[in-house]
């Protein structure tokens, strides 16, 4: 046996958040039930946003509600901006979830309309409102930020020590517009994990320059407690120009499962999901790739 390794979905919120087209939440259902067939064990299934923000995410309710109830095997989690985020998703059943927060404070206000120390004040009252549900935070804009560009590593230790102060052990490190390195990435894992050696570290990788895998794997060499990758490669931040699509889950899979780790998920019934999805999801795409045609089968 090899590694266990954690990938986790992250396609039916930040791969859907970037189709402009609204998807019928049952087709959103059914592409879930291939990904928790094919063996994924974590899920961020939606987000509790404002619909004028992201029309796409307008069905929350019913597809939180929906997933946890047919499987409670699988950890499922919502993004969340703010309280109101927060007390709907509680509401709908869900008892996890990613607050995110950006390191630069100027996406921060694009994408949240907060500064970072209404951020932590906000998160402060999910915590204290819900001492029960499992928060993340999604630290995002941490390798490079469309407004301010490159982000150095002593802010972003302060940061996480300003969320670390209010309770938060979890975080995901996010490549929100996809401009890190491997380097990059062992540089800002280090630093953090030995900065909070009581905190878990995940990491959240765009592809914008076919980056995403070598990124993500480098990620996972160097401790990532998981690596987010999405359905199709579909993904990205409207309210951060330049983002494209996340590391592809099928192509991580592929590479994963060929590299001796186990990932505990089945490659073929990815795969074919991720084509479901393309058959859907193409013409609707805003981004810049749905990648699955450069792997055509398994070889086994
Ligand atoms: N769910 C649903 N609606 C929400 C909401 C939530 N979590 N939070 C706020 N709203 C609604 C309010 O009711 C209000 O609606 P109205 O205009 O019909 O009255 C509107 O959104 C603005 O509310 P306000 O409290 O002034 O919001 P804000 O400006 O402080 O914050 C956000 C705006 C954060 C809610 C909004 O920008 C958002 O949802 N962004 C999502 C960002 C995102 O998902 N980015 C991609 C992932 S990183
Ligand atoms: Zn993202």
């Known amino acids: 046996m090899g590694t266990h390794i954690n990938i986790v979905e992250i396609g039916p919120r930040d791969g859907f958040q970037s189709v402009k087209e609204f998807m019928p939440t049952e087709f959103k259902l059914e592409i879930i039930d291939g990904l928790v067939k094919s063996g994924i064990k974590r899920i961020q299934c939606t987000s509790f946003v404002s619909p004028k923000a992201i029309p796409q995410m307008q069905d929350a309710a019913v597809v939180a509600k929906t997933v946890i109830g047919k499987y409670p095997q699988t950890s499922f989690f919502a993004l969340v901006p703010n309280f109101r985020g927060a007390e709907s998703a509680v509401e709908n059943g869900v008892k996890d979830v990613s607050v995110v927060v950006s390191l630069s404070e100027s996406h921060n206000k694009a994408n949240i309309n907060r500064t970072h120390e209404q951020s932590i004040e906000e998160i402060k009252k999910i915590r204290g409102e819900f001492p029960d549900l499992k928060i993340t935070v999604d630290a995002a804009t941490v390798f490079g930020c469309p407004f301010e560009g490159r982000m150095e590593i002593?802010?972003?230790?302060?940061?996480?020590?300003?969320?670390?102060?209010?309770?938060?052990?979890?975080?995901?490190?996010?490549?929100?517009?996809?401009?890190?390195?491997?380097?990059?990435?062992?540089?800002?894992?280090?630093?953090?994990?030995?900065?909070?050696?009581?905190?878990?570290?995940?990491?959240?990788?765009h592809d914008t320059r076919n980056m995403g895998i070598i990124n993500s794997y480098e990620g996972i060499k160097c401790g990532a407690q998981s690596v987010e990758t999405s359905l199709g490669g579909l993904g990205g931040c409207p309210f951060a120009p330049g983002a494209s699509g996340n590391t592809s889950t099928e192509d991580f899979v592929y590479m994963m499962n060929r590299e001796g780790y186990e990932t505990g998920i089945d490659f073929s019934i990815v795969l074919e999901t991720a084509r479901k999805l393309r058959e859907k999801a193409?013409?609707?795409?805003?981004?810049?790739?749905?990648?699955?045609?450069?792997?055509?089968?398994?070889f086994t």
Request: charged content about 20%; proline content about 6%.
């Open 282 to 298: 193409a013409g609707l795409y805003s981004g810049h790739h749905i990648n699955i045609d450069k792997v055509h089968q398994d």
């Open 154 to 205: 002593p802010p972003l230790i302060e940061l996480l020590g300003k969320l670390h102060d209010v309770g938060i052990r979890a975080f995901t490190l996010c490549d929100t517009i996809g401009v890190a390195y491997p380097a990059q990435i062992r540089a800002i894992l280090e630093s953090s994990k030995k900065a909070f050696p009581d905190s878990i570290f995940n990491l959240h990788i």
